[in-house]
């Protein structure tokens, strides 16, 4: 949101960067309140970000981040065949 941006409500996003003015509840995995923006109500993020003369007025809640399942590929088996004593001796 812009430096003249205003937003009186509920704002959901996956990352919300604010330089306006936002009165109500925000929900992102990352917020970044600049320094000129303003922040008043309750935010729930898994990072929030305050820059030095931003203002935030209200609650901070913590958000876990989803756990991602890793596809599991399959190991691959270096195989690699060593001379022995009497393949070296012939050698």
Excluded: C, W
Excluded at 8 to 19: C, F
Excluded at 26 to 53: C, N, P
Excluded at 63 to 75: A, F, I, N
Aim: aromatic letters at 4%; glycine letters at 8%; a positive charge.
């Amino acid at each position: 949101m812009g430096r003249n941006g205003k937003i009186n409500g509920d704002v959901h996003a996956k990352k919300l960067i604010i330089q306006g003015y936002v009165e109500g509840s925000a929900e992102a995995d990352r917020i970044e309140i600049h320094a000129e923006g303003k922040m008043s109500g309750k935010v729930t993020s898994s990072e929030l970000v305050i820059e030095a003369q931003a203002i935030f007025e209200g609650e901070s809640h913590f958000k876990e981040r989803p756990v991602m399942e890793h596809k599991k590929s399959p190991k691959k088996k270096v195989v690699e065949e060593l001379p022995t004593m009497e393949k070296a001796k012939t050698a």
